[in-house]
């Protein structure tokens, strides 16, 4: 299911023994653009301190309750590697975590990041977590320059081939295999109050020195886009409709193909 960020943020993560705490925002890669971690500010239980959620963690989602489960328990979580919300996360974190959880981590194994949406997959944290060669990382060691945050892209600008027309005001996820469909274009004072969604592909370079992502088309191709209404997400109607707009092919036959 196609969800915005927005409302996801505020979700409360329930463990299999009580709340771990509330999202506040993701961490994403800028090339695949899948969501590596939930960001979430734990409750009392743990200081009020901000932990990260892998989705492959994630279990079934309660819109009506606006919870997600997870399936760690809190002490698993509380003993968690620590992170610096002030810092990028770096790949140095990135391998404790994984080791700690006990999981093969997402830059070794294809789709390592992907939700298991239902699947009740459990996580076991081994006592004395050993590091295998074959788990280095192959990127600097202070950071992986792909890993952004919500936080840090959202309101950047959207330049189109003739000037720019607005900026990011959010993100659609699918929670099925957890990456971002789309990127909610808000069109400021150009298109006073229209919202229009562009994939991640079509949009050309993302410049984020300048706080800008760089599409090419041009803005009348984006005028005259489907309208996006927040309110009533997006459904494979209005997917099909954008796609054809700019005559762009799907994805989903690809998605569905490669679960066969």
């Not at 994403?28 to 892998?54: C, H, K, M």
């Not at 494979?236 to 490669?258: F, I, S």
Request: net charge negative; with cysteine.
């Amino acid at each position: 299911m196609l969800r915005n960020l927005k409302t996801l943020k505020g979700c409360t993560l329930a463990a299999s023994d009580g709340e771990i705490g509330k999202v506040q925002e993701m961490y994403f890669d800028d090339q695949s653009w899948e969501v590596r971690y939930l960001v979430v500010t734990a409750g009392s239980w743990l200081t009020g301190r901000d932990v990260l959620i892998a989705p492959r963690a994630l279990g079934e989602i309660d819109e009506q309750n606006a919870a997600i489960a997870v399936h760690l328990t809190q002490d698993q979580v509380r003993h968690a590697p620590s992170i610096d919300s002030d810092h990028p996360v770096s790949r140095q974190y990135e391998q404790k975590y994984f080791q700690y959880y006990g999981w093969d981590p997402y830059w070794v194994v294809p789709g390592g990041g992907m939700g298991m949406i239902g699947m009740g997959m459990p996580a076991v944290v081994p006592t004395q977590p050993e590091v295998s060669e074959n788990l280095q990382p192959e990127v600097e060691p202070e950071g992986d320059r792909h890993l952004r945050s919500s936080r840090e892209v959202q309101d950047y600008g959207i330049c189109a081939q003739d000037g720019e027309l607005g900026h990011i005001s959010d993100f659609v996820i699918d929670d099925a295999d957890w990456c971002v469909r789309y990127l909610v274009v808000a069109t400021r004072n150009w298109l006073p109050g229209k919202h229009v969604l562009l994939a991640p592909d079509w949009v050309e370079r993302i410049s984020f020195e300048e706080g800008m992502a760089f599409v090419n088309l041009p803005r009348s191709a984006i005028k005259d886009a489907p309208e996006y209404d927040p309110a009533s997400g997006v459904s494979r109607a209005y997917e099909e409709q954008l796609h054809q707009h700019y005559k762009q092919k799907n994805y989903w036959d690809a998605v569905q193909g490669a679960k066969r």
